[in-house]
């Protein structure tokens, strides 16, 4: 924050002070703030971004909004900091939490995330330029990424949700959406250019741990901030001693080429799919978007799989099947149909394979760990399920053959409740013609 370096470098847990900054707070009125961005100053531009986009989407005004490093956006002159941030992002509808690798060695955000933690309201938090594959204790929180515009656009969809509003159309902020991506994509650029001179030079230990703090290891630290900070809410005037220890460095994972380009691939596919939502109304536009999946298919097709970790390699053949499935799904020739879907079901079944082999694996490796743990949180495996129930509904209309119907039918049923719930697969262009009869049951 611009202004922390005037305050005390801790919360006061000890003396009359903390006493009188509890009663600040309980005194001071309500704030009518509508999203709090906890920020470490250094991400200033991303800030700024972040908050072009969040007022042109929901027509928000500037006081709705605290960033405390950027300008129109700060505390009141003459306020009391501490008291104030801690007032603001208790009461604040939404408390976004921008999480870089400079954030994740700032104190105050751990306080601000720990704190907000504490009161049990809505907290996002989103990742910017930094691995988005974390571990535990992380997992147990949902997360976001600016490096991808799909995920930024869920962002808005569930801030407008939490303050019950409306979003703008879409053009409108398209714009401001990648504007953030370009931020976030330049932190991820700088990230990696500070590992590679870190690997290629003789840099001291202390060095070597500045320039590749980990990101899953800082979490923890978060955490245990977060009972501290929770607790001083609650019981300002105990008495608390930090006892918490320097975590051990371990280097940031560095994405391989192939890596890079299935992330690239993974927002084309989204793009994609928006445009092929829409040839119920735009049929016209079927060839463009058949063309279009079928070459994002061949190109998926040539990453090869050991360039990609075990994680990477179920995303690329879930993207291959989605590929694949929008090629057959704009297809009018239903043998060209069925070859598509053919294809996409044979994808589908790879990354239902590779899942079995990891659920199978010892969860003693790390890798193998991580991988179990990304199946779990994104729920893959419902995903891959869902294809495989696509592929074989698409199939059924090349086919007439009725025997794929039902089993896309009774794959459907079958899946996890709030899978059902939280995606409404049966409301899927895809699927509707087989699972039509049955969309009272979801």
């Known amino acids: 924050m611009c202004s922390l370096s005037d305050l005390p470098r801790k919360f006061h847990f000890l003396g009359s002070r903390g006493i009188i900054d509890f009663l600040d707070l309980l005194t001071m009125p309500e704030s009518e703030l509508q999203i709090f961005i906890s920020h470490s100053s250094k991400d200033d531009k991303i800030a700024r971004a972040l908050i072009d986009l969040l007022r042109a989407a929901l027509s928000l005004g500037a006081d709705s909004i605290r960033c405390s490093s950027v300008d129109g956006y700060r505390l009141p002159v003459g306020m009391k900091v501490e008291s104030r941030l801690r007032q603001e992002v208790h009461d604040a509808k939404i408390v976004i939490g921008i999480i870089t690798q400079d954030s994740l060695g700032s104190d105050f955000v751990k306080f601000e995330l720990g704190a907000r933690w504490g009161t049990d309201k ?18 147990i929180l949902n997360t976001l990424s600016a490096n991808s515009e799909p995920q930024l656009q869920q962002l808005l969809d569930d801030v407008a949700a ?85 975590p051990t460095p371990a280097p940031t994972p560095i994405r391989s080429p192939s890596e ?8 084309r596919i989204w793009e994609l799919r928006k445009d092929y ?12 978007v058949n063309s279009r999946a079928d070459q994002l298919a061949s190109q998926i097709s040539k ?35 069925r070859k598509a879907a053919d294809e996409s079901l044979k994808a589908s079944a790879m ?5 079995s082999r990891v659920n199978r694996a010892n969860a003693s490796d790390k890798t193998i760990q991580a991988a179990k743990n990304w199946i779990l949180k994104d729920d893959a495996e419902a995903r891959i399920n869902r294809l495989t129930a696509a592929g074989l509904c698409l199939r059924s209309q090349a086919t007439q053959n009725k025997d794929d119907a039902r089993r896309a039918r009774t794959i459907v049923e079958n899946l996890p409740d709030h899978y059902l719930v939280k995606e409404k697969p049966e409301n899927s262009s895809e699927l509707q013609p087989c699972v039509s009869n049955t969309s009272n049951q979801f």
Not at 122 to 139: K, Q
Not at 176 to 204: F, P, R
Not at 239 to 245: G, L, N, P
Not at 303 to 321: F, G, R
């Open 122 to 139: 809505f907290l996002a938090l989103l990742l910017a330029g930094i691995n988005s594959e974390l571990s535990a204790p992380l997992n």
């Open 162 to 246: 939490q303050l019950g509003s409306s979003l703008q159309k879409a053009a409108s902020y398209a714009h401001l959406i990648s504007a953030v991506k370009q931020e976030a994509d330049n932190m991820a650029q700088t990230n990696l250019q500070q590992l590679d001179a870190d690997s290629t030079s003789s840099a001291t230990k202390n060095n070597s741990r500045i320039l590749s703090r980990p990101v899953v290891l800082a979490i923890i630290i978060i955490i245990v901030v977060i009972s501290m900070a929770a607790g001083y809410l609650i019981h300002p005037k105990q008495d608390r001693a930090d006892t918490r220890s320097e």
């Open 260 to 267: 890079q380009s299935l992330l690239v691939f993974n927002d």
């Open 277 to 288: 939502q829409n040839l119920q109304s735009n049929p016209d536009k079927a060839p463009e």
């Open 303 to 337: 990453l090869d799989d050991k360039d990609l970790n075990v994680s990477m390699q179920i995303l690329k053949y879930e993207h291959l099947s989605y590929a694949w499935g929008m090629t057959a799904g704009s297809e009018p020739d239903n043998t060209s149909r």
């Open 351 to 355: 990354a239902k394979k590779i899942v």
